[in-house]
């Protein structure tokens, strides 16, 4: 199993803060996503990398993928109470077809 | 994009009982269809994965006649949790996937085992 190690696993800050939540294996992939979900609700697919280096951005929020497709990062600029969720990285299996999730960073912004 | 209903979306059942969660692609036909079980504060985990018109694979630790998946056609699966118990209370989520094609997720199914 490649597995995908989160951090932090918990994050509280406030509105108009930056932060960063990493995602790290010893496993190569061929692309990661990221995912957020809130209470009771499914996870929602925020964006997919692919290349290697490659740095995508949606919004405020910033992506980027390791050069050697080993670890990954979200970036969150001005925090907004909106963005309060579960973040969870992951990667496709060797087999292509199961994904494998990270545990999940827990963001909480507050007012 | 592409959506997936679950239902229900939460069901309250007695131990010893089985109960049975129906995941639909609405507007795609997939192929391949994953089952998730989430504890409180943890991450996805996956319990097996199917395609339309096969037996489905279990994870390791997944017992499969506890768990009973069916996938009999390109827009349904059904998971039934057979003779429930409080420790199989959870958040089970389904995702659908066309053939390599990104998961997409359903809104999960919050069961509790009284």
């Known amino acids: 199993t490649q597995l995908l190690e989160q951090s932090p696993q918990f994050l509280s800050i406030q509105e108009g803060e930056n932060l960063t939540v990493y995602c790290n294996s010893s496993?190569?992939?061929?692309?990661l996503q990221w995912y957020r979900q809130e209470p009771g609700e499914g996870p929602v697919l925020l964006v997919t990398?692919?290349?290697?280096?490659e740095v995508k951005k949606l919004k405020r929020l910033t992506f980027q993928f390791g050069d050697a497709r080993k670890d990954s990062s979200l970036h969150i600029t001005a925090a907004q109470p909106g963005d309060t969720g579960l973040y969870l990285c992951?990667?496709?299996?060797?087999?292509?077809?199961?994904?494998?999730f990270g545990k999940g960073t827990s963001l909480l912004v507050t007012p | 994009g592409a959506v997936v209903s679950q239902h229900p979306s939460r069901v309250i059942c007695k131990s010893g009982t089985s109960v049975k969660i129906e995941c639909r692609s609405l507007d795609f036909q997939a192929t391949t269809m994953f089952w998730y079980r989430q504890f409180p504060k943890q991450s996805l985990m996956l319990m097996a994965t199917s395609n339309e018109g096969s037996k489905a694979t279990y994870e390791q630790g997944v017992e499969k006649d506890k768990f009973l998946i069916n996938h009999a056609s390109l827009t349904l699966s059904t998971l039934t949790v057979t003779s429930a118990h409080p420790e199989d209370s959870s958040f089970y989520i389904c995702?659908?996937?066309?053939?390599?094609?990104?998961?997409?997720f359903g809104p999960g199914t919050r069961l509790l085992v009284l």
């Open positions: 992951a990667g496709y299996s060797n087999s292509g077809y199961a994904l494998n």
């Open positions: 496993s190569v992939f061929s692309s």
């Open positions: 995702s659908g996937a066309r053939p390599r094609e990104t998961q997409y």
């Open positions: 990398v692919v290349t290697g280096g």
